[in-house]
């Protein structure tokens, strides 16, 4: 033998043996176990992924393989448990490095595993049999007469295990482990199944049985339940017929000829046309029109949500020349209070909130930061009049129309369009917690999202087919996924961002770097600050804490005294325990200072003055709420009855099929898409505002019209399908829609439209002409609008007119929301902290929460939102006029108008009541009305006098009082 040969050989004897590579059974699987059973060792694995066996593992989710065997970065596994994403952070469970480096060598060396498929399977083996011996009986006799092998009832077989386990044509009616949860042992437990007439229910022994069967589980690796590539059942995706596209809104609108009408002296606008020619074939006319002063009141409400002041009124009825309304209109139209008034209107349908998660506690508010930029874009887009269709266009895909991923800095245009991408962001997703970011609150998030987006933007209900198609409009459950995978490139439920860190900021990513590189070079010295206050504060604290210890038990005080003076993130169970229960002792900051001695304090209040200056250096950095593509683009599938738990055949992003030409569904990326983004969202919107869209158009049109009138040419405008109600005058809508599209879908030029025709002009008074007995009769709710509806001031507009009436309105436009507190009573106001003009700022720019808004405007039908608001039904409560009568705002800005009443008028009494008239009812009072209120100040001035009230204070309340009569009485709370 050569001798570098034997060298070689006792070289090698003398090396250590290479470890054999980790195998699933011996080192990975106790590693699952204790780390990721909580959610994928259970019966129903979130996601579908199990990850108890090694078959099972390799499977991998609904979304696809977790493994990739050789390759750990490529596995989604490894990604997930090495960056610490996996298990959640809320069960305070870390995988151990030395556990992470065994399972990402068993991925390096090819996931091997020891039990060959199915050798694991002998628990399914003895639920088959369990299955043929105990189940199959019971249903051959009770259930496969309808549910058998030939043509099973909804496509549920129910004579093999396997037929059991695939479901219905809608999805699984079993949950694996999980009997309460599977729909066939709710419709047995409740005598639906089998349905009367078809046999006796089940007894208690037979649905005890099944109960067992489904709870044991242990089932699924006998059948291969794998539908990803599956087609789609009729139920999911049912035909569309010539017929179903022949409803009216899912028609392109198009313009008819102006009818012919006999009254043509009142036509001033084709609208007037229409009006008239329904009203026409029902023997009816329109009203007469109203006073000046009522219409100029009615347009300020109407554009403004304020009521004009004396002096405008002076100038108005002082004008001579004709068009002086038609020049008012303009006016109002380019004041900045029309964009709050009518930026108002779509944030409502935008399901505007301030907050972030549910809001459901009174005293707390969390703020989404930022998201008060959105509110201000709506209100600027809307003063400028911008296109609607790329109002539309850039609050759905704002982002896609810029690449502000590669820009060195945002300009404003930048800014703008990841702003307005805020639109989509307002929608309830509680997932900011690690315990609830899971599959199934993400898809709730994605829900509502969808539902928000159809109803606001299409004006139909596609959130009935989340679960099955839908029962009266030809939406499939396949169109639902489908519509809805638009959206999970963003929304990624494969690789989510939870709320609070779904957002941009002001400045680009490199830009934040040199900002947070300048900011740290402070953070040493205020440090330093911190640590000489916690020096002196030190044995202060000290005596307050040995003093409120003193009140435990001698056996608990010393363990008591570390759980509290130890770093929360250093705490044990035993700690963390004690300082949750004994929080309430540690001191206070306040009552700490209040023991400084004078040196004490002076050097305490330096180290403040240091450490405010060193803040006050520091950049600051400001959020945009916004929305962008999010990781790689998701596989999506149908969910099954709407359960993340039971995935069906793929989807692939596209538009419901109704509203498209044959073949035209498929959502494709725009060429004009910027960055690196999928362009779906953009595709949608480029949908959506397309002239051939029959619905976009006339669900903004009739929203508008809805403003003005009270209620929509279609009075539910979130459901243009067959269960909503039916246009009162289609013409009309189609030919308002055409015409806002071919005009730049300008919304200025709609209101103007809409406020110059005869039909808005009509008084709300009902005369005595011998037609509106007939009128009543016929049209007694006035959807052919034969008069002018008498309508309630909103919430906002009626708190803003009774500041306005004060003179002492803050216009200021935009920024942070002002934000609320709750009172001992429970009522919500503007909070203490808040400078005090801002309780008189408009109430669009005070918080807007999700279910606590600002008590007064709660009251007058401020909506709770729950995903959006298309449409706000007024009220009358006996609560209204309790608040108006008692509520301390009311009373306080009732003695400021009486004020300003008296400056305006001198010191009669008729020359003040005068003033108050025309300050919150816009006229002057009539002879009686004077005489009225001069009555009333007497006797007022006399009950005060009587309670021994000063003569001055007796003269100021009375006309106080009367100030506030007038703003709760009915013309100052209504509009007609």
């Known amino acids: 033998m050569p001798r570098f040969f034997l060298a070689f050989l006792l070289l090698a004897a003398s090396l250590p043996a290479a470890d054999p590579a980790p195998r699933f059974e011996k080192d990975v699987l106790p590693i699952l176990t204790r780390y990721c059973f909580t959610c994928h060792g259970q019966s129903s694995p979130k996601l579908g992924l199990d990850l108890r066996t090694a078959a099972s593992t390799l499977k991998g989710s609904f979304n696809g393989p977790v493994i990739v065997k050789g390759s750990p970065e490529q596995s989604l596994l490894w990604r997930k448990v090495s960056s610490r994403a996996m298990p959640p952070a809320i069960y305070g469970q870390k995988v151990p490095d030395a556990d992470l480096e065994t399972i990402k060598s068993w991925i390096a060396a090819g996931a091997p595993f020891d039990a060959p498929i199915g050798a694991v399977a002998k628990e399914a083996s003895e639920q088959r049999a369990r299955f043929e011996h105990e189940l199959a009986p019971i249903f051959r006799a009770r259930c496969v007469q309808c549910h058998g092998e030939k043509k099973p009832m909804a496509g549920l077989d129910l004579s093999s295990v396997a037929s059991v386990l695939k479901g219905s044509a809608n999805g699984p009616v079993i949950v694996e482990g999980f009997s309460e949860r599977s729909l066939l042992i709710r419709r047995v437990l409740n005598h639906s199944m089998p349905p009367k007439g078809a046999g006796a229910p089940l007894t208690e022994a037979e649905i005890r049985a099944i109960r067992e069967w489904v709870d044991r589980g242990n089932f ?521 599209m071919k005009h730049g879908w300008s919304a200025k030029r709609l209101h103007r439209l809409i406020m110059t025709s005869t039909v808005y002009r009509q008084s709300a008074r009902q005369g005595s002409e011998a037609w509106v007995a007939k009128a009543k009769t016929i049209d007694p709710t006035n959807s052919l609008l034969w008069r002018m509806n008498l309508r309630r001031l909103d919430a906002e507009s009626l708190r803003d007119s009774v500041i306005a009436t004060t003179g002492k309105l803050d216009t200021t436009a935009g920024g942070p929301a002002i934000a609320l507190e709750m009172e001992p009573d429970g009522l919500q106001v503007v909070s203490s902290k808040e400078p005090p003009s801002a309780r008189r700022r408009r109430s669009v720019y005070l918080t807007s929460r999700r279910t606590y808004p600002l008590s007064f405007l709660g009251v007058f039908d401020f909506p709770v939102i729950d995903t959006n608001c298309t449409r706000r039904v007024p009220s009358a409560t006996p609560l209204q006029s309790l608040t108006m009568m008692n509520a301390k705002f009311v009373w306080e800005a009732a003695g400021e108008l009486a004020s300003r009443a008296a400056q305006l008028a001198g010191a009669s009494d008729a020359g003040k009541i005068e003033a108050a008239y025309l300050l919150t009812l816009s006229r002057k009072p009539t002879a009686s009305e004077i005489r009225l209120g001069e009555e009333f100040l007497h006797q007022q001035r006399d009950n005060y006098l009587g309670a021994r009230k000063p003569a001055a204070e007796a003269m100021v309340k009375s006309f106080q009082s009367l100030a506030q009569s007038l703003l709760s009485s009915n013309e100052f709370l209504y509009v007609d």
């Not at 999911?236 to 010539?242: D, F, H, M």
């Not at 002086?324 to 139209?333: G, N, P, S």
């Not at 964009?339 to 809001?359: F, M, P, S």
């Not at 609607?388 to 704002?398: K, N």
């Open 220 to 740: 699924s690796e006998s059948v291969s339940a794998d539908s990803l590539d599956r087609p789609f059942s009729p139920l999911e995706a049912p035909s569309i017929s010539a017929e179903q596209r022949q409803w009216w809104s899912f028609r392109k609108p198009v313009a008819a000829p102006l009818p012919k009408v006999q009254a043509a002296r009142r036509v001033r606008t084709p609208i007037d046309s229409f009006v008239l020619a329904k009203l026409e074939s029902k023997g009816l006319s329109m009203s007469p029109d109203a006073p000046d002063l009522k219409l100029m009141r009615r347009a300020y409400f109407d554009l403004t949500g304020l009521p004009p002041t004396p002096e405008e009124i002076r100038a108005f009825t002082a004008g001579t020349a004709p068009g002086a309304y038609e020049r008012l209109i303009d006016r109002l139209l380019d004041s900045p209070r029309y964009g709050e008034r009518w930026g108002r209107q779509w944030l409502d349908a935008a399901g505007y909130v301030d907050t972030t998660g549910k809001d459901f506690d009174p005293k707390k508010t969390e703020y989404a930061t930022g998201m008060w930029r959105y509110r201000d874009y709506v209100i600027d887009s809307i003063n400028k009049d911008k296109p609607w269709d790329r109002f539309l266009t850039e609050q759905i895909a704002g982002d896609e129309l810029i690449d502000w991923r590669s820009a060195k800095q945002y300009t404003p245009q930048m800014l703008e369009l990841l702003t307005a991408t805020g639109y989509m962001r307002n929608i309830l997703d509680i997932t900011e917690e690690d315990i609830s970011n899971l599959p199934v609150e993400r898809y709730e998030a994605l829900f509502k999202l969808v539902e928000k987006v159809s109803t606001s933007t299409l004006g139909l209900t596609v959130g009935c087919a989340r679960c099955h198609s839908h029962k009266f409009d030809p939406i499939p459950q396949r169109d639902y996924y489908r519509f809805l995978s638009l959206f999970t490139t963003s929304y990624n439920p494969t690789d989510w961002l939870q709320p609070q860190n779904r957002h941009l900021y002001t400045v680009t990513k490199s830009e934040k770097e040199e900002i947070d590189r300048y900011n740290a070079q402070f953070d040493a010295p205020i440090a330093e600050c911190k640590k000489q206050l916690a020096a002196i504060r030190k044995p202060y604290e000290t005596r307050l804490l040995d003093e409120k210890l003193r009140t435990l038990p001698e056996s608990i005080r010393d363990d008591t005294r570390a759980a509290l003076e130890t770093a929360e993130d250093k705490r044990d169970e035993v700690q963390k325990y004690l300082a949750k229960k004994f929080s309430s002792l540690k001191p206070k900051d306040e009552a700490v200072r209040k023991l400084f001695t004078d040196a004490d304090k002076d050097a305490t209040e330096k180290v403040d003055a240091e450490i405010k200056a060193l803040e006050g250096k520091k950049k600051k950095l400001e959020m945009v709420q916004a929305l962008w593509d999010v990781g790689k683009p998701p596989l999506m599938r149908l969910l099954q009855r709407g359960s993340a738990d039971a995935p069906g055949p793929k989807v692939t992003p596209g538009f419901l099929e109704v509203l498209c030409p044959p073949g035209k569904t498929d959502a494709t990326r725009p060429q004009d898409t910027q960055g690196k983004s999928s362009g779906l969202r953009l595709a949608f919107a480029e949908w959506l505002t397309s002239p051939e869209n029959p619905l976009a158009a006339r669900v903004i049109v009739n929203r508008i019209w809805q403003g003005h009138f009270g209620a929509g040419i279609v009075a539910t405008p979130d459901n243009f399908g067959k269960m909503g109600a039916p246009p009162v005058n289609q013409e009309l809508l189609d030919w308002l829609a055409v015409d806002f």
